[in-house]
């Protein structure tokens, strides 16, 4: 501690704690709330496993959140490449000795926890494409050897995360990355070459999906094709949302959850618990919240002095705001059916981690706003 | 310095950027809340709809039948309570123990075992066996008693069919029981309201009104969860019972002509003679309708099925016999009618008549001598009708016995058991036996004998029609939508303005040419059995508020041999099937008469010993009864 008090000397805890942005922390906490109360009708109505879980993390999370925050924003710039490269040690050892789950490797024993380190690749990738960017000069930046270096910084962690088989992840990984990409000022011109190209190989692409994952794309086109089963997750979750109406079904009274018709409640499908018992209005309410959030962060980006905690605060906000549509996209039957949380709302602890630790670099660039970064 | 402003340079680019990313965040955004919009807010209504087809299961119950009662209002088809068992598996420890206990105290047959391990393995765990279905109230106590281990069983009440006066009504009523596919398919109502363990008609009037009688379902209705287990019940929607069917049915009535006929085989109808109601129609020996409601056991099915005396036949309905010498009535009146005869005319009766070499026997070997047409009815004199028959010919015969009801189905639209019976004719011989009538064949059917067959009930409205005053009435079994009082349906046919109550018409009911006639007819009745020589006169009843008027008849089931007549047997000596059945119409009482009957008694003999009789114990009965209907005036209304 003493040594990272030398590191920050300008500023006293107390300057710190008083530095935190308190609309965001608010917020956070607002939203942390609503997720506990909805897992709370998720155990039908009882403080059951999830409830309780989710609560410790919760509780164990935020003040981590906090500590993060006291690091300054320096030493996070510094630790970057560590942390990316640490994490995709995880990634490798995962994919030999990681914990298999319903078909897919993607989680690691850590004794009190399981934990999925492709989720926190979501946050590293920011971190270590934010520094690339910070430290790469703006001559630079189209060059063929930083697009390269930087799309390999990409596709590593992407295909280890594909291979787990985790498509939403590695979906959200890439997207985190290349939206750095796009901030760090690489031309428009190669976005929509390479989406144009991205189109065409398209049905390439798809050949090389798995079964299920073909089916997935199949019962998103036509949800009806197979009713009771690929079709079903959909089907049920659009029944509950639009039976939610404008003020919901209310607290704990959510039909479909609680009879069992809706898949993957705790985790996934979390929001359409939460509109089928909060309706239309529940749901923009929800929705505002998270866009105070993503406003809050792009606000502290946009008042940073150094452009690591700039890029970082965009390119987390865009990520932020990737999860959220995903994830709302699929439960809305707009989007096929990807396996990615709700950040803080859905139940899962390396997904929590990783927001919270977003969160908490996010706030420590809000305390350091004024810190150059070489 | 340059290194600053590349810093600079590069946060501009940043911000220019984020502002590109910003917008299109918005735009996706609200590209979402538009599409929570059009769930939530437009599409609510259909999605509430299909969240309520998941979650809301309706089970539909049994429909309560609706009761039949008699005249008087008694009800003689009901519902009862019934005890039933229950199981339900997912709630049973260890389903062998449990069977093996419930086996012990119920006394259930391996068969039956087998049968619930069956039902065990194709219902889902939470619905529910029946074990059985009728438990008797010790049973159920005993169940009761020891429930503390009979974990996952259910002891539940429910409504089955009562028949409460047991016999007394199964050929009218018929009975009901599970239906087969067949009947589910062919009843669209049936099929609608059907579920499992539900009872439907089988026989009679039960199977004839099932539609009115059936009754709507009632509707539970249950959360479910997505495996289909019920959570909670939402509401209970009541069923309607079916409606009530009031008979014009007298049970007093109908149970004494069942003990009049106990041991027998046979047949009573009562009617009455002005508004067509029947007021009995028992058909003996009946069986208990009750065996059939969970079904009957082989033993008591084999017992009821090989009875020599056929409990399985409706006689009144669908018994077809000679009517004999019960025929003469309408072989007098159709020969006044066509001035073959006059009141003077006289046959001498030798005993015997001869014909073409053909010898006719009359019953009275000695013969009556010169008889004229009131002794010929009285004495019942077979020459007199063999010499009336032959001048009078069997064309003209049938037209007056088919316009009194023979040869014709009397309730045919409430019973496809009934039998319509046969009343030849020269037309009728040459079409279906492909020969010329003979003479010798109008003489027989002149006593009524031949091929002329009648049910029980056709005589009975003949005879009602001939009492009445020769109107033809339209027998009911139904308190209808117009009944017609006894009073009304009298005054109208004795003026003469014939109102027919279902077609709102004035109708010409009469059926004779000369009043006069019928008026013959029916007093040669009265001396048949007032008057001493009379075939009847044992069993008269001189008090005139019960005296009667009556024809008997002895219908031969087989020819009898020259040997055979000149043996005279005793009824004893004689093989019980080819002993002749009794028949005995009469109608009373004869000063203003209300009530016609008509009496059969399988090989019984001699009318006037084995009928007869019954009549006059039965008379009594009914007059006594009459001022007791005729207060039931307040007449409930079905549209039937």
């Known amino acids: ?374 | 310095m340059i290194k600053s402003n590349s810093g600079i340079r590069k946060t501009d680019v940043i911000n220019r950027r984020m502002f590109i990313i910003g917008a299109a965040k918005v735009v996706v955004f609200v590209g979402i809340i538009a599409r929570l919009f059009s769930l939530q807010i437009n599409e609510n209504k259909k999605y509430l709809t299909l969240s309520d087809k998941n979650r809301i299961r309706e089970w539909k119950l049994p429909p309560t039948r609706g009761n039949i009662v008699d005249y008087f209002g008694n009800v003689i088809a009901g519902n009862l309570k019934v005890y039933q068992l229950h199981i339900i598996p997912e709630q049973v420890e260890n389903f062998n123990y449990l069977l093996v206990r419930l086996k012990n105290l119920l006394n259930l047959s391996d068969k039956r075992i087998a049968r619930i391990n069956k039902l065990k393995s194709e219902l889902k765990p939470w619905d529910s066996i029946i074990v059985s279905e009728n438990l008797s109230w010790s049973q159920f106590v005993k169940i009761n008693n020891y429930l503390y281990d009979l974990v996952g069983v259910k002891p539940v009440m429910t409504i089955s069919r009562n028949y409460p006066f047991s016999d007394v009504y199964t050929h009218v009523l018929g009975y009901v029981s599970q239906p087969n596919e067949q009947e589910i398919l062919d009843n669209q109502i049936i099929q609608e309201r059907f579920v499992p363990g539900m009872k439907i008609g089988k026989l009679g009037l039960e199977k004839r009104l099932e539609n009115y009688l059936i009754g709507t379902n009632a509707i539970q209705r249950y959360e479910v969860n997505a495996y289909g287990k019920r959570i909670n019940q939402l509401e209970h929607q009541k069923g309607q019972q079916g409606s009530k069917i009031r008979l014009t049915l007298d049970t007093e009535i109908q149970k004494a002509c069942g003990n009049l006929l106990n041991e027998k085989a046979g047949s009573i109808s009562v009617m009455d003679i002005y508004t067509g109601d029947i007021i009995a129609m028992y058909s003996s020996p009946s069986y208990d309708p009750n065996l059939f409601l969970f079904g009957i056991s082989q033993d008591e099915w084999q017992l009821i099925r090989n009875n020599p005396l056929k409990p399985l036949i409706n006689k009144t309905l669908s018994g077809l016999y000679s009517p004999g010498s019960t025929i003469k009535p309408i072989v007098a009146l159709s020969a006044l009618e066509n001035k073959v005869i006059d009141t003077k005319f006289k046959v001498k009766c030798t005993g015997k008549m001869e014909l073409y070499g053909q010898t006719f026997h009359c019953w009275k070997e000695k013969g009556h001598g010169w008889v004229s047409l009131k002794n010929a009815m009285k004495q019942s004199c077979d020459t007199y009708f063999y010499e009336v028959a032959r001048l009078l010919g069997v064309d003209r015969l049938k037209i007056t016995a088919e316009k009194f009801g023979l040869g014709k189905k009397v309730l045919g639209e409430y019973f496809d058991i009934e039998k319509k019976g046969l009343f030849p004719n020269t037309k009728w011989k040459k079409n279906n036996l492909g020969k010329g009538w003979v003479l010798g064949e109008t003489l027989i059917t002149g006593i009524g004998q031949g091929y002329i067959q009648s049910t029980p009930l056709q005589l009975c409205m003949m005879t009602a029609q001939i009492a009445n005053g020769g109107y033809a009435i339209k027998p009911k079994i139904i308190v209808d939508s117009n009944p017609i009082s006894y009073e009304d349906a009298k005054q109208s046919m004795e003026s003469g303005l014939l109102f027919d109550t279902n077609s709102n018409f004035l109708l010409d009911k009469k059926l004779f040419k000369d009043k006069k006639n019928i008026k013959i007819v029916q007093e040669a009745m009265f001396s048949s059995t007032n008057e001493i020589f009379g075939t009847s006169y044992k069993s008269r009843i001189d008090d005139p508020k019960y005296q009667f008027a009556g024809k008997t008849g002895t219908a031969q089931v087989k020819r009898i041999s020259k040997r055979e007549r000149e043996l005279d047997l005793e009824l004893e000596q004689i093989p019980y099937k080819d002993r002749d059945h009794a028949l005995y119409v009469a109608y009373g009482p004869y000063i203003d008469p209300r009530y016609a009957l008509s009496i059969i008694v399988e090989h019984g003999g001699s009318g006037s010993k084995a009928a007869a009789p019954i009549a006059k114990k039965l008379f009594k009965l009914i007059i006594d009864r009459h001022e007791l209907r005729n207060k039931q005036s307040n007449f409930e209304r079905i549209t039937i």
């Open chain 1, 1 to 374: 501690m003493f040594q990272h008090d030398r590191l920050n000397n300008e500023i006293t805890l107390f300057q710190k704690i008083k530095n935190l942005d308190y609309i965001l922390l608010i917020s956070v906490i607002l939203l942390s709330v609503v997720s506990v109360f909805v897992m709370y009708s998720t155990d039908g109505g009882e403080i059951l496993f999830h409830t309780k879980n989710h609560f410790v993390k919760l509780a164990v999370f935020f003040p981590l959140m906090i500590f993060v925050s006291f690091f300054n924003i320096k030493f996070w710039h510094n630790f970057s490449y560590i942390i990316y490269f640490i994490v995709i040690l995880l990634l490798i050892w995962v994919s030999f000795f990681g914990i298999k789950s319903s078909g897919s490797q993607r989680w690691m024993d850590v004794y009190f926890f399981v934990l999925q380190p492709s989720e926190l690749m979501k946050i590293a990738i920011i971190m270590c494409l934010a520094k690339y960017y910070h430290r790469l000069k703006i001559e630079n930046v189209n060059s063929l050897t930083s697009i390269t270096i930087v799309l390999s910084v990409i596709l590593i962690p992407t295909i280890f995360v594909v291979s787990q088989p985790d498509l939403g992840t590695s979906i959200l990984i890439a997207l985190s990355g290349l939206i750095i990409l796009w901030l760090g000022g690489v031309k428009i011109k190669y976005f929509i070459y390479s989406f144009i190209t991205f189109l065409i190989s398209l049905p390439f692409i798809i050949s090389f999906l798995k079964p299920y994952q073909k089916l997935r794309i199949l019962t998103f086109l036509d949800p009806d094709r197979d009713p009771l089963g690929a079709g079903y997750q959909i089907i049920q979750s659009k029944i509950a949302i639009g039976s939610g109406g404008l003020d919901g079904k209310g607290f704990l009274k959510g039909t479909q959850s609680y009879l069992d018709f809706l898949p993957e409640k705790h985790t996934d499908f979390i929001f359409t618990l939460f509109s089928e018992e909060f309706g239309f209005i529940g749901s923009v309410t929800l929705l505002i919240l998270y866009s105070i959030i993503i406003f809050r962060i792009i606000r502290i980006g946009s008042i940073s002095r150094s452009n690591f905690a700039r890029l970082f605060c965009f390119g987390y906000a865009f990520a932020i705001f990737i999860y959220i549509v995903v994830n709302l996209s699929m439960v809305l039957g707009l989007l096929p059916i990807v396996g990615s949380p709700l950040p803080i709302m859905s139940y899962g602890g390396s997904s929590m981690l990783a927001t919270m630790i977003g969160f908490g670099i996010v706030l420590s660039a809000k305390i350091n706003h004024k810190q150059m970064i070489a």
